[in-house]
Nanobody, 119 residues
Framework: QVQLVESGGGLVQAGDSLRLSCAASGRTFSSYVMGWFRRAPGKEREFVAAISWGTGNPYYGDSVKGRFTISRDNAKNTVYLRMNSLKPEDTAIYYC????????????WGQGTQVTVSS
């Protein structure tokens, strides 16, 4: 059974950086796509970034392009989200997710980690 565990959230000031981690277990992830989503209070869930585990190709949502970087460490089965130049509007619960490939649905989700950016 796939398990995704996020960590690294916290309270930071605008302009600061933060790195989130997502430790994955329970499957061989070489063909999977790993993603980060976020949900801010009163808003819809938003796609943040994704990465193909095998190729390392990254994908980004428009609101974070140029500020966030997604990466993975195959040996540790861990996906990272490096967030730079954080803004108050980045405040949200950030969720790690996994899907089998680019055509499948996001079937696996972590419990989320809170990121709060103060102005």
């Amino acid at each position: 059974q796939v398990q995704l565990v996020e960590s690294g959230g916290g309270l930071v000031q605008a302009g600061d950086s933060l790195r989130l981690s997502c430790a994955a277990s329970g499957r061989t992830f070489s063909s999977y796509v790993m993603g980060w989503f976020r949900r801010a209070p009163g808003k819809e869930r938003e796609f943040v970034a994704a990465i193909s585990w095998g190729t390392g190709n990254p994908y980004y949502g428009d609101s974070v392009k140029g500020r966030f970087t997604i990466s993975r460490d195959n040996a540790k089965n861990t996906v990272y989200l490096r967030m730079n130049s954080l803004k108050p509007e980045d405040t949200a619960i950030y969720y790690c997710a996994a899907r089998y490939n680019l055509l499948s649905t996001w079937d696996y989700w972590g419990q989320g980690t809170q990121v709060t950016v103060s102005s």
